[in-house]
């Protein structure tokens, strides 16, 4: 590690204490030859000399858009909803409150709707689908968890259901080791419903919900479409994982409350 990364990611340490922050989160080049003593997220799969000739201005945009999207994330990842963190990047130290008007999306905001645990085992699954795909490709699906019943009602099996006729604790998203079949599975074509604890009730499921009415950004095809109409009438949360543009979206009551972008990730 340069001496100048070295430097920061100390400055960063001595901010994170000071402020009592949960963690550092670092955009430096990863290295194993420091260690601080906050816990430390090191973000991947970025580029920040490609800013190095850049105005303050242009450097202050790149900050705050990275800063957004990996806050959202390890608020995700760490399972938090407030506090503060402080980022470490080649040119900047920034204190970042997670609660911001930017990030105010928040597991718990929907608790009458969904298990906090299942919302975040689900949008856990959704993150790791969208940096990994499957077998290197790009995978798209969505996850809608809500009133079973309701959400059986609005939609019908597209193909033959995988998980018909199989106990809870395979079918229980908040296990981890069930996640690889529900990866597997995101490759059929439809989506997951799921009821409010996290259980699944099938996949490969078409939503028959009326889109026409649904008012998203252009862009967002069916599955976005669908996705948000069944939310305006179900009491339900649907979390989309696009294939084409690493974004996931969190939907309610018709709405897109959070897009998450997924174009860096973060590894604890
Ligand atoms: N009503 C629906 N119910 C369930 N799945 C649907 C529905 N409409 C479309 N899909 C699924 O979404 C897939 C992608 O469709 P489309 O490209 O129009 O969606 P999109 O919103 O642009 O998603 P992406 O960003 O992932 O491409 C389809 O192949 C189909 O599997």
């Known amino acids: 590690m340069s001496e100048k990364n070295r430097l920061l990611l100390t400055a960063a340490d001595n901010l994170a204490k ?12 990863k290295e194993e030859d420091i260690v601080i003593d906050t816990p430390t997220v090191h973000v991947v799969d970025i580029q920040p000399e490609i800013l190095r000739d850049h105005s303050m201005v242009a450097l202050v945009d790149y900050c705050s858009n990275q800063i957004i999207d990996a806050v959202l994330q390890y608020k995700i990842l760490a399972n938090v909803d407030s506090g503060t963190v402080v980022a470490a990047f080649p040119y900047a130290i920034l204190i970042y409150d997670v609660e911001s008007q930017d990030n105010s999306f928040s597991v718990g905001d929907y608790a009458h709707i969904v298990d906090p645990e299942a919302l975040h085992s689900v949008l856990m699954l959704a993150l790791e689908l969208a940096h990994d795909g499957r077998e290197g490709r790009s995978v798209g699906t969505a996850f809608i968890v809500g009133d079973i019943d309701e959400l059986k009602r609005w939609s019908h099996q597209g193909v033959l259901n995988p998980y018909e006729g199989h106990p809870e604790e395979v079918r229980d998203v908040k296990i981890e080791e069930n996640w690889e079949s ?5 490759q059929l074509d ?3 419903i799921i009821d409010k604890n996290g259980i699944i009730a099938a996949s490969g499921r078409y939503l028959d919900a009326d889109s026409r009415d649904a008012n998203l950004q252009s862009g967002l095809g069916g599955r976005h479409l669908a996705t948000a109409a069944i939310t305006k009438v179900v009491h339900a949360v649907g979390i989309v994982v696009s294939e084409s543009g690493g974004v996931i979206r969190v939907f309610v009551g018709g709405k897109s409350v959070a897009q998450i972008r997924t174009d860096i990730k973060l590894v604890l």
């Not at 000071?18 to 080049?29: D, E, K, Q, R």
């Not at 529900?182 to 995101?186: G, H, I, L, N, Y």
């Open 190 to 192: 439809g989506v997951f």
């Open 182 to 186: 529900v990866k597997e599975f995101a």
């Open 18 to 29: 000071t402020v009592n922050a949960l963690a550092v989160i670092s955009f430096l080049p």
